[in-house]
């Protein structure tokens, strides 16, 4: 397995793991599926902080961080993303995506990666949690999708 920035040669692999969460389940509240031309762009912006995992040369998943909020008192902390395919799950995957992100989010000067999870994903929750992530807020009902409030929660981890 290997972890490296990802690249226009990724942007289907990353859509065909991302757009059906988008759709079919609440991990993420948006409804908006990604486009293969705003991924690029965001791939381009983001550069060393938008990784993939690769194995036989299929991506397995990928780890991003972007701004948390705007304004430059937020400019050292950010809100990040892994997702990964089902079948890499429970593989140690995400551990080893997460691990390289905060590494390249300290090089950067990130002080601080944010979590928001949905209060359905239990298991993001938790993967958070045990690697390093502390609760620090529970939003009730700050997400709507499939015609039902969601509850927010975010992690936070100090780097």
Known sequence: MIIRPAGPGDIA????????????????????????????EDIAARGAAFLVMEEADAVLGFATYGAFR????????????????????????????????EDVAHAQGIHALVAGVSGENADAIAFHTAIG???????????????????????????
């Open 13 to 40: 692999a990353i859509l065909a793991i991302w757009n059906p969460l988008i759709r079919e389940t609440t991990v993420t509240f948006t409804t908006l599926e990604k486009t293969p031309q705003a991924l690029a």
């Open 70 to 101: 705007s304004g430059p008192g937020y400019a050292r902390t950010a809100e990040h993303t892994v997702i990964l395919a089902p079948a890499a799950q429970g593989r140690g995957v995400g551990r080893a995506l997460m691990a390289r992100l």
């Open 133 to 159: 992530f502390q609760h620090v807020a529970h939003m009730p009902e700050v997400g709507r999708k499939f015609g039902r409030w969601i509850d927010l929660v975010l992690l936070q981890k100090l780097l």
